[in-house]
């Protein structure tokens, strides 16, 4: 289980599938949804089985973003890829998005695998047109590191990666 991280505006608490009511707002709205691997959610229920997958790979931290605890505005993981590596994904509501939850949930998030897991990288994998994660991760101290080309096949065809990343000093 996730342990419950809190700091700069925000309670981050272990993800359960109970939050998948407040999260249809993020996964079942295409606009959010476009540039995550699979399309939008068509019901609660898929967002609800997406979550238990999500929480059944071994290793993966996964939080719900909230502001006090409570309701999920986003949720925000670390998956350990080997060690020292890991590598994280965030989604917000629409509701919540732009108002800094997401940049106070990554760096809690960034520090707990830097020091907590002992981890000397952490990066990301954005698709180069969604420019509100690439500005995300670049605004909080991530590095642009390259472009795989072709890296993903998902619902709106086969997608390039952009590469971001951020050492341990």
Same mark, same amino acid.
């Given at each position: 289980?996730?342990?419950?991280?809190?700091?700069?505006?925000?309670?981050?608490?272990?993800?359960?599938?109970?939050?998948?009511?407040?999260?249809?707002?993020?996964?079942?709205?295409?606009?959010?949804?476009?540039?995550?691997?699979?399309?939008?959610?068509?019901?609660? !229920?898929?967002?609800?089985?997406?979550?238990?997958?999500?929480?059944?790979?071994?290793?993966?931290?996964?939080?719900?973003?909230? !502001?006090?605890?409570?309701?999920?505005?986003?949720?925000?993981?670390?998956?350990?890829?080997?060690?020292?590596?890991?590598?994280?994904?965030?989604?917000?509501?629409?509701?919540?998005?732009?108002?800094?939850?997401?940049?106070?949930?990554?760096?809690?998030?960034?520090?707990?695998?830097?020091?907590?897991?002992?981890?000397?990288?952490?990066?990301?994998?954005?698709?180069?047109?969604?420019?509100?994660?690439?500005?995300?991760?670049?605004?909080?101290?991530?590095?642009?590191?390259?472009?795989?080309?072709?890296?993903?096949?998902?619902?709106?065809?086969?997608?390039?990666?952009?590469?971001?990343?951020?050492?341990?000093?």
């Amino acid at each position: 289980m996730s342990p419950r991280l809190e700091g700069h505006g925000v309670v981050l608490r272990a993800l359960e599938v109970a939050d998948a009511q407040a999260l249809f707002a993020a996964h079942g709205d295409a606009a959010t949804h476009k540039y995550w691997s699979g399309p939008a959610h068509k019901s609660v !229920e898929e967002t609800a089985a997406y979550i238990k997958e999500t929480l059944d790979i071994p290793g993966a931290q996964v939080w719900a973003i909230t !502001e006090n605890g409570g309701e999920a505005c986003g949720r925000i993981a670390l998956f350990v890829l080997r060690e020292g590596v890991g590598e994280i994904g965030v989604i917000m509501r629409p509701d919540a998005a732009g108002r800094g939850l997401a940049s106070a949930a990554l760096n809690l998030v960034v520090a707990y695998g830097f020091e907590k897991l002992g981890l000397h990288r952490v990066a990301a994998d954005v698709d180069p047109d969604n420019d509100a994660s690439l500005n995300l991760f670049l605004r909080n101290g991530f590095e642009r590191e390259g472009l795989l080309r072709g890296n993903w096949k998902t619902h709106i065809g086969v997608r390039d990666t952009v590469m971001l990343a951020k050492l341990r000093d």
